[in-house]
């Protein structure tokens, strides 16, 4: 029955970065594989040391509608950034507005690593389920400013279509 449970979860990575030496999904890849045999619907995006980043993305978008076709993920888990971004979803980006449920982006600021495959913020608003995590005391600034009404970071623009959960650092609040 556990089995069943987990055939009919959709579970995808919705961000990676794209540089020589840092494998975040490469390495979470094989560590799913030995944790998780046998599991579903579990989806990385295509990513692959040497090839390049962004190659395959098509046919990961097509094989996403096809597997799935909610379009949707059932759980999504993020992580905000000292600047309110998530999922390389940066402040003023056009790429914010993107009905794309993929996308491959380039930025052109040096602090961050300049290529980047992401979900978009549409399609992570259409799981069912959203997590977004604040930890750490470079979010300080993030959360003032949420409680201050700022809506143009944006972490301020995640939604879920059943639910959305906030969990923030206790010294932060």
Request: charged share 25%.
């Amino acid at each position: 029955r556990a089995k069943q449970w987990y055939q009919r979860r959709v579970r995808g990575q919705v961000d990676e970065r794209c540089e020589e030496g840092v494998r975040n999904a490469v390495d979470l890849q094989f560590f799913l594989a030995e944790e998780i045999q046998g599991l579903m619907n579990v989806h990385f995006l295509p990513v692959s040391p040497g090839e390049g980043c962004g190659v395959g993305l098509e046919q990961f978008q097509l094989d996403f509608v096809t597997l799935n076709p909610a379009q949707r993920f059932d759980y999504v888990i993020l992580g905000v950034g000292s600047d309110g971004h998530v999922a390389s979803l940066f402040p003023h980006s056009t790429t914010l507005k993107s009905t794309v449920d993929f996308l491959h982006i380039h930025s052109p600021d040096p602090s961050v690593s300049p290529h980047r495959l992401t979900a978009s913020l549409d399609l992570i608003s259409r799981s069912r389920r959203v997590a977004v995590v604040v930890v750490g005391e470079g979010k300080r600034t993030v959360v003032d400013r949420l409680r201050q009404g700022d809506l143009e970071m944006p972490v301020a623009k995640v939604d879920a279509a059943e639910k959305l959960i906030w969990y923030v650092q206790k010294d932060l609040l």
